[in-house]
């Protein structure tokens, strides 16, 4: 066990570390190379350097290779190398679809279903490697069967069809679902910390060792980027950053079989969701900027950003907070179902 902790901590160090190390360089890069946006929260409207997300990728990247250099050259922990690398490649591919979409985006060449469905393809590797699945308990009628008998086919796996269908549903889903409830300074990197905290408490008390590597490299990473994105921002996330944290979720949950953990996590999102869908998905997040640095919200709430501003004369850093606030509630009654048994048809 103490080597396991250990091996979390140093995958953490490293990606907390290389992040911070790689985003200055990136920041200067962008604003050379002109790759920026304007804070749309500011009255003067600054001009920020983007696509942040790939110093996050960097870091994410060091934090798991030295989780397998603790493995293959230390014997530190016992992991699934295949199913480790199967997440990772799915997470960095996504991240890197990001960096496409930030570059030539939907509403550059790209359609909005296309930019939707576009996780889809990174969740080959794990789909690959998960073809089984636990038992699923369904409420008030217990264990539901490992096979099922359908009429012309014939005798079909729960486990392929959670591979072929599940596994892609939930990538997909997760990714585009962080990348809804972001636009703040601080905000999506922030609630993807809160959450990967969470799964990594609760992969490392249940030793799910690949889950966990996953999630310390990730907490690290989003840790260092917060630093370079909370208020005022000099660098945002992108694309790069919101859809390789949902991935990153998912593919936690996913190699830790705590799927329905994982859906109750992001609670937040699916509010979001049926805020987003009034608008058709076209609405965005952010406030409209007034004297004294508050946020006003706009006369139709289509976020639950809007929602906070609503709710009194908050600026900026005090809407994310306040959210922060909400992730967190959500984030202990997740770990305080799991730790204390509590409404087992859940876990």
Excluded: C
Excluded at 22 to 36: E, W
């Amino acid at each position: 066990m103490v080597s396991f902790l250990l091996s979390l901590a140093l995958s953490f160090t490293f990606s907390i570390a290389i992040t911070h190390l790689v985003l200055p360089f990136i920041i200067k890069r962008m604003h050379a190379r002109k790759i920026v946006g304007m804070d749309m929260n500011k009255r003067e409207k600054p001009l920020v350097a983007e696509m942040g997300g790939i110093g996050v990728w960097i870091g994410f990247s060091a934090g798991i290779l030295a989780a397998i250099f603790v493995f293959s050259y230390l014997n530190g922990i016992n992991l699934n190398l295949t199913h480790l690398l199967a997440g990772f490649s799915t997470v960095i591919l996504v991240g890197f679809l990001g960096v496409i979409d930030d570059l030539i985006g939907w509403r550059k060449g790209i359609r909005q279903w296309q930019h939707a469905l576009i996780p889809i393809f990174a969740a080959l590797p794990l789909m690959a490697v998960k073809v089984t699945n636990p038992p699923i308990t369904i409420p008030f009628f217990g264990v539901a069967p490992a096979e099922y008998i359908i009429p012309l086919v014939g005798i079909v796996s729960f486990g392929l069809l959670y591979s072929l269908i599940l596994v892609p549903v939930g990538v997909t889903g997760a990714s585009n679902a962080a990348n809804m409830l972001a636009g703040l300074n601080g905000l999506e990197a922030g609630l993807g910390a809160i959450m990967a905290a969470t799964l990594l408490a609760i992969s490392a008390l249940e030793g799910k060792i690949e889950s966990a590597v996953i999630a310390a490299a990730m907490l690290g990473s989003l840790l260092a980027f917060m630093r370079f994105n909370w208020k005022p921002a000099k660098i945002f996330g992108g694309d790069s950053l919101t859809l390789m944290i949902g991935a990153s979720i998912a593919t936690i949950v996913i190699l830790g079989n705590m799927e329905k953990i994982g859906v109750i996590l992001m609670a937040l999102y699916f509010v979001e969701l049926l805020l987003k869908s009034r608008s058709w998905f076209q609405a965005q997040s952010f406030g409209i900027p007034t004297k004294g640095g508050f946020l006003r919200a706009p006369s139709k709430s289509h976020s639950l950003t809007h929602i906070v501003m609503k709710l009194g004369k908050f600026r900026e850093e005090q809407v994310v907070l306040t959210l922060f606030a909400a992730q967190a509630v959500v984030s202990i009654t997740v770990f305080a179902i799991y730790y204390f048994k509590l409404f087992r048809f859940l876990l």
